[in-house]
């Protein structure tokens, strides 16, 4: 039985996959975090708990501050004799590389965290290795965007390099467009949980084709494929990701090269001993890598995975944290595909009801529907925060589950009790 360390969390599915993941494995965990407060929001269970507060101990200690952290975690270390350290959080995978380092525990190194969760960073390792990606330029102002923009050529894309989510992402056509996406970013300094963002934005050449995203384990040098997601995204001109199904429906040539430049960015970037989801544009000139991200896939892609495959993601980041061999091998589960699709707001308002949400779960092949409550305020989506929840699906002949997802999102209607509250910055 192991004792992990994890460090902070997103609070979405991940917040509850990777305790279970770690209990199912035998093993314990203590919890720490900056902001308890942070997780007692109205989403646990019908039983109140929320797995992440069930932990062995939950600690306070200001983890945004790795000077402050380090230390801290060594004493605790020195207390409760940890085995390994882990987060689902993309904002604090850094601290975990850090710190699993300087307990001289299993995890990949810091360097090659660091370097896949800033966009930036990410662009120019791989592209001094010539893995395929787009044109490119970093960014500190708005008149270095447009300089850069003339020699890119517009449309292109804007990024923040240190947020997750979508957050920010936008399609630009012009100098105006482009104005605007910089004074965005610009005008949001700080992010969810209170740290200082680099100021500086990346330009990107505008990618076309399918996006489909690579689930990988690497351990002790090796790089495994669990499999391939596709993707499908709306909201233009920001990137929401309004569904993804898995296996992806890519055909077998377009799937081995995806596979094939996944496993070369994680290597050239030097991550093991992670899960890995890796983001592809299908282009008409070949695959072109979209940003790495050391961590399990969220947006229920692990999920999707697990019942198809039978092989669990949470579980496999739990074991190589322990240093442990993944275990990775197929299972038959009686599923050959699972989709899910988000159901988005389209207005700003109080969220009275979802009609049709009763008879769209007692649909045949319906795995799982989760919806907002009654009374959430919300805006029109701009990024992957907005979802009024989600339907997952599953095909048990072939490649149909995504279609299912789709059509039953369709008879979900959500309901408002007033659309008078204006849209605000993306949060």
């Given amino acids: 039985m192991g004792h992990l360390l994890v460090v902070e969390s997103w609070v979405g599915s991940m917040s509850r996959l990777l305790p279970r993941a770690i209990r199912e494995g035998g093993h314990d965990f203590t919890f720490l975090t900056r902001d308890l407060h942070h997780y007692l929001r109205p989403t646990a269970p019908a039983d109140g708990t929320h797995p992440l507060l069930a932990a062995r101990h939950v600690v306070t200690a200001d983890t945004n501050d790795t000077q402050t952290l380090l230390p801290f975690a060594e004493r605790l270390h020195g207390l409760f004799g940890f085995d390994g350290v882990l987060s689902s959080c993309d904002y604090y995978l850094p601290a975990v590389a850090r710190t699993a380092e300087r307990l001289g525990l299993p995890g990949p190194a810091p360097r090659a965290v660091e370097n896949a969760c800033r966009k930036d960073r990410t662009r120019r390792v791989l592209a001094e290795a010539e893995v395929p990606g787009p044109r490119f330029a970093v960014c500190t102002d708005a008149a270095a965007a447009r300089a850069a923009a003339r020699e890119i050529g517009y449309p292109l894309v804007v990024k923040p390099v240190d947020l997750c989510a979508g957050m920010l992402v936008r399609q630009v056509g012009d100098d105006a467009e482009l104005e605007r996406a910089c004074r965005a970013v610009a005008e949001f300094p700080v992010n969810a949980r209170g740290q200082e963002r680099a100021p500086v934005l990346l330009l990107e050449e505008l990618l076309t084709g399918p996006e489909v995203s690579v689930e990988t384990v690497s351990h002790a040098g090796a790089v495994h494929v669990v499999g391939i997601t596709d993707k499908s995204l709306g909201g233009a001109p920001a990137f929401i990701e309004t569904g993804h199904m898995f296996p992806a429906d890519i055909g077998a040539a377009s799937a081995r090269e995806a596979a094939e430049t996944a496993v070369r960015a994680v290597r050239v970037l030097g991550l093991d001993d992670v899960v890995c989801h890796t983001e592809i544009r299908l282009t008409p000139a ?131 009790d007033r659309q008078d509250i204006p849209a605000a910055v993306p949060a």
């Fill in 286 to 416: 070949g695959p072109r890598l979209v940003e790495v991200n050391p961590r399990p896939a969220g947006n229920r892609i692990t999920e999707l995975v697990r019942h198809v495959t039978g092989i669990d993601l949470a579980a496999a980041c739990v074991d190589v944290a322990l240093g442990r061999a993944p275990d990775l091998a197929p299972r038959p589960t009686g599923v050959r595909s699972a989709a899910v699709a988000f159901l988005l707001p389209a207005v700003a308002g109080t969220l009275a009801a979802v009609d049709g949400a009763d008879e769209v779960r007692r649909e045949p092949g319906v795995l799982e529907l989760d919806l907002a409550e009654p009374g959430r305020t919300v805006r029109p989506a701009t990024s992957n925060n907005e979802y009024l929840g989600h339907i997952m699906t599953a095909d048990t002949e072939g490649p149909g589950a995504r279609g299912t997802a789709e059509r039953l999102l369709g008879r979900l209607r959500p309901a408002y």
